[in-house]
């Protein structure tokens, strides 16, 4: 059945398996872990620390491979594609928000966001144009010169968002994207999060801690042991 006004999820992991060795223990994080997200829809993770979220989080990014099932991006099978392969699609179809921003800290706030775009290989004029309109959106248009020392914790975020949505992902992963914000820096974080993609119809998967922030969400699933369910 179509969904969020697609027939493919725009990342589905099937039946997907991890396990990692610890010494001569074999610890199982995911075990037949299955997550459709649809196109426009938030998705809210939230488990205890320990149970595998991040896995979860960089196997559907691509950054690692599962040892067993599938990852479809935009209904594409990823498995058994290059590195190259791999990489390329993340650049152009993935967005991701960590817990610490990881700016450069050499560079502005405008040079941040541009950074990707150049890396896809936009250019210069497309790429200011770009990130000036996604940190205006994010009511940073006072902050586009400053370095990532001059900008507040909340501010630094927003400028990691916009990163991450620079070269218009299909999808948004983000791991804590507010756990190292006080509360109200984390409510206007996630406001401004929300918002961003409510306009530009990106699917959005946030493991968090927060709960109330996970009550404003489309969906909200957990992990346990080694499956996705939903919470309601």
């Known amino acids: 059945m179509a969904q969020g006004g697609e027939e493919v999820p725009v990342v589905y992991l099937h039946d997907v398996r991890r396990q990692y ?3 001569e223990a074999v610890l199982t994080i995911l075990d ?3 997550l459709a997200l649809w196109e426009g829809q938030s998705v809210a993770l939230v488990a205890p620390s320990g149970t595998g979220k ?3 989080l960089h196997i559907a990014g691509l950054l690692e491979q599962a040892d067993d099932g599938e990852v479809y991006v935009g209904g594409t099978a990823t498995s058994g594609l ?3 392969e791999r990489t390329q699609i ?3 179809d993935i967005g991701f928000v960590y817990q610490q921003h990881r700016l450069l800290p050499e560079f502005t706030a405008l040079e941040n966001v541009m950074m990707p775009q150049m890396i896809r290989g936009l250019s210069r004029k497309e790429t200011v144009k770009r990130s ?3 940190l205006a959106y994010l009511g940073l248009a006072e902050r586009l010169t400053h370095r ?3 900008l507040s914790g909340g501010e630094q975020q927003r400028v990691a968002i916009a990163r991450a949505v620079a070269n218009a992902p299909r999808v948004l992963l983000a791991d804590e994207p507010t756990g190292n914000l006080d509360p109200h820096t984390a409510d206007h974080v996630f406001k401004a999060l929300t918002q961003l993609v409510k306009a530009t119809r990106v699917s959005m998967l946030i493991a968090t801690h927060n709960m109330d922030l996970a009550a404003r969400m489309d969906r ?3 992990l346990v042991e080694g499956k996705v369910v939903e919470l309601d």
Do not use: F, K, Y
């Open 148 to 150: 990532p020392a001059e």
């Open 90 to 92: 993340r650049r152009t």
């Open 82 to 84: 290059s590195d190259a």
């Open 54 to 56: 991040s896995t979860l």
């Open 32 to 34: 037949g872990a299955q």
């Open 21 to 23: 060795r610890q010494g």
């Open 220 to 222: 909200r699933v957990s």
């Open 132 to 134: 000036q309109e996604i």
